[in-house]
């Protein structure tokens, strides 16, 4: 065995000395600071006895910023301790296992990091922070959070035999949150891509924490063959476990936690063969369609490698469902009713075949009329000794669940499940069930075994939320409240004063009288504007500049202010450039006048909501406009645009102008709620002649609004085939309101 030697280092230059003169055993130790613009190449040769390590100083005390990546390559190599901040990747990573295509690592690990919103400046600049090549590395217990551009936050590549059967593991990590994008290419994990999907990967992804990963609809997408996904707990994320390509994945163990109320947390979506889903518990999710409990889904017949391939030979076994909305989906995806516009190749019309869903429980204390649904017909499915506890409802489509009388046992903080009251229901032994040895807490099945993930609940209490268990130990992403101060603003100076030294969460409060600017008022930070009295802001700088310019990070609130421009300019916009993170606005009770925008969002720029609520917009050229993400990939630039009780007078175009292109059945998202809105003499210069235009956004609900005197063809064109609907409109020399059922949409692929 090697002696260890320590090596201290604290530029750049002594950094690189040290690792090509590094031997095994070495240890590598970065001095505390800040680590500016800093690309490391980790290359070396250690032995499983002595590694070679690189390390903080002091954990969570070494500062990696600006342009700055990591790059590993070699032998038993460790890193530890780092803190990634500040900046972005100059490369595709931020962290890759290799440091040119023919030299990966192998036998390395990457532990105790943190990477937190390190993102590239624009959002269609798609990177991976963490990327895998080689055999055998490791990522463990780090703290991975924030990503707002494009791309999986951690992806294990598989392109050369240097990478296939690599047993990678991803393991004691906590995902923090990852906006939601708008569009695809927003998971947290990726295993492989389609053209590596008939590749062994046999890697583990086990013990994570991933909380609100609401990137895409897929939080985890497996591709390729032979990985096991355990012990996992998926927390109020808005996706599911998917099986996007490849076979055999095992997943077993894993806890889904919802709230019962946001209908976009999921579970798991099942796609392609020989899955087995075992041991899991549903707990509270309301996902539906894509993001059910368990949606198994039709495939495409003889189905390219980059598409839907059938479901066949999976088992789903022993796991529980608990107040879950019709947990079972089958046929998720069926589009044969779309036939008139996709072509052939695209149709999913081929059901699953040769699945077994059997030996589980569903429990539901408000009775479920539809705990199964078949999109299109489960004749390939075999449903055996599964209980139900349905609260007395009567199940229109049973597939012969057993109805039974039970009861929740508190099995930890804020979790309750069915453990007693089926024990007499025949176990369904199929073909190797005598390899679920364990339930869904590590009791063994081969004494005592029955249905459900759960046989036990003595000397049990989960916290499953304990953070202390995942992540980097020096790093919490636990933030104390603050309380938000009011700052009170007399003058136009004061305001420009106070608004800039403002901490993020307070409040400016104007006192009454009118407000004079002629520069752009910056928000990169969660602020609210609201009157005491009668208040007015004039806007007079340069034409098309806005009067509030939306920063990253920049989250405002207006209300009760009058807001008024000289017809050249934007009442609010986004950056044209380096949008690195999301914006927020919300405008309430507020008047809006003489823009020639209201709302300008340029290309790249996304606000996970934009409201406005009780307030008009006047007398302006251009209204709502979100619609620069023309690329046709999916990507739009809100999730929730939300318009209620609110009047638009003399807006002249783009009165709501809200843009997602591409036919893509995983981008299931844009939300437009219109409603108790009032809309007079607008749309005169509408070129489309479209009042409202949404295309291509996927929920949309219009109602309950008023249309006078709009010189358009159409108020609206609704898709059919998606979750659009109207309802309660009164429409008066405004044209009308049109369901088109399916949209003609360009292939993203």
């Known amino acids: 065995m090697s002696n260890t030697n320590s090596v201290s280092v604290n530029t750049i230059e002594e950094l690189n000395s040290a690792i090509e003169n590094s031997k095994p055993g070495d240890n590598i130790i970065l001095a505390n600071g800040v680590w500016q613009d800093v690309e490391i190449k980790f290359i070396g040769e250690g032995t499983e006895d002595s590694p070679i390590v690189l390390k903080a100083e002091t954990e969570g005390e070494v500062f990696i910023e600006g342009e700055s990546n990591l790059e590993i390559s070699g032998n038993f190599l460790k890193v530890n301790g780092l803190f990634f901040r500040n900046g972005h990747s100059p490369t595709q990573n931020v962290i890759a296992f290799r440091t040119s295509e023919s030299k990966v690592a192998n036998n390395s690990s990457v532990s105790n990091c943190v ?37 999986p936050t951690v992806r294990v ?7 296939i059967r690599n047993y990678h593991k991803i393991v004691n990590n906590h995902f923090g949150p990852r906006p939601r994008k708008g569009g695809a290419r ?35 997408s497996s591709k390729t063959n032979f990985n096991i996904i355990k012990n996992n707990v998926f927390y109020k994320s808005e996706g599911s476990v998917v099986t996007r390509h490849g076979n055999y994945c095992s997943i077993d163990g894993n806890y889904f936690i919802g709230d019962g109320v946001n209908e976009q947390y999921g579970g798991i979506r099942i796609v392609n063969t020989g899955h087995w889903v075992t041991n899991n518990l549903f707990y ?25 391939n059938q479901v066949t030979d999976v088992v789903v076994a022993y796991n529980t469902y608990v107040d879950s909305s019709s947990p079972w989906q089958f046929g998720v995806g069926t589009n044969i009713a779309q036939s008139d516009v996709l072509p052939k190749s695209e149709i999913r019309s081929a059901r699953p075949l040769r699945t077994e869903v059997v030996n589980n429980v569903i429990y539901n204390s408000v009775g479920d009329p539809n705990p199964i649904i078949e999109h299109d017909k489960a004749d390939g499915v075999t449903f055996k000794s599964n209980v139900i506890y ?42 190797d069930f005598e390899t679920i040895t364990n339930d869904l807490l590590g009791n063994s099945r081969e004494q005592s075994n029955k249905i459900g993930a759960i046989l036990s609940s003595e000397n049990v209490s989960l916290d499953l939320l304990d953070k202390d268990k995942y992540g980097a130990t020096w790093f919490s992403n636990e933030v104390e409240e603050k309380e938000e101060t009011t700052h009170t603003v007399t003058n136009t100076e004061e305001l420009v004063v106070k608004l800039k030294a403002a901490e993020s969460g307070d409040v400016l409060k104007l006192k009454e009288g009118s407000y004079a600017i002629a520069q752009p008022l910056i928000i990169n930070k969660t602020i609210t504007i609201e009157s005491e009295g009668d208040v007015e802001i004039l806007y007079n700088g340069e034409k098309e500049t806005p009067a509030f310019q939306l920063h990253p990070y920049g989250k405002l609130t207006l209300n009760k202010i009058k807001l008024k421009g000289t017809d050249t300019q934007y009442a609010f916009a986004s950056l044209k450039n380096n949008m690195s993170n999301h914006f927020g606005l919300e405008v309430l009770n507020s008047e809006i006048s003489n823009f020639n925008y209201a709302l300008k969002v340029y290309k790249q720029s996304f606000s996970e909501e934009i409201t406005f609520k009780n ?53 299931i998202g844009g939300n437009l709620l219109v409603t108790n809105s009032t ?11 479209i009042l409202l235009n949404h295309r291509g956004i996927v929920n949309v609900n219009i109602s309950k609004n008023t249309f006078k005197n709009n010189k358009v063809q159409f108020v609206s064109i609704l898709w059919g085939a998606k979750n659009n609907i109207e309802s309660g409109n009164s429409l008066m020399s405004s044209g009308k309101i049109k369901t088109e059922e399916n949209l003609v949409m360009k292939l993203m692929y």
């Open 157 to 163: 590549d598989l392109k050369g035999n240097q990478s």
């Open 186 to 220: 927003g998971e947290t994990i990726q295993l492989g891509s389609s053209f590596t999907s008939m590749s062994p990967s046999n890697t583990t992804i086990a013990n994570n924490l991933f909380e609100e990963c609401n990137g895409e609809v897929e939080i985890i």
């Open 115 to 151: 990477i937190l919103d390190f993102n590239n400046l624009e959002r269609d600049q798609d990177n991976l922070w963490v990327q895998f090549y080689g055999k055998h590395n490791t990522l463990e217990h780090c703290y991975i959070a924030g990503k707002t551009n494009g791309g």
């Open 679 to 689: 809309f007079i003499n607008c749309g005169a210069n509408e070129k489309n002649k």
């Open 284 to 308: 509270k999710l309301k996902g539906k369609n894509f993001r059910s409990p368990l949606a198994i889904m039709n495939g495409i017949p003889k189905s390219p490698l980059n598409r839907y």
């Open 390 to 431: 349905n609260s007395g409802v009567e199940i229109a489509n049973a597939h012969g669940l057993i109805s039974k009388e039970l009861s929740l046992t508190e099995i930890g903080k804020e979790l309750s499940v069915p453990i007693a009251g089926f024990d007499d229901v025949e176990i369904y032994k199929g073909f």
């Open 615 to 667: 307030t008009s917009i006047l007398n302006c050229e251009n209204g709502i406009e979100l619609s620069e993400e023309t690329n046709d990939r999916g990507d739009y630039n809100t999730e929730y645009l939300t318009i209620d009780n609110c009047t638009f007078n003399n807006v002249k175009q783009n009165v709501v102008d809200y843009y997602r292109g591409g036919y893509d059945e995983s981008t």
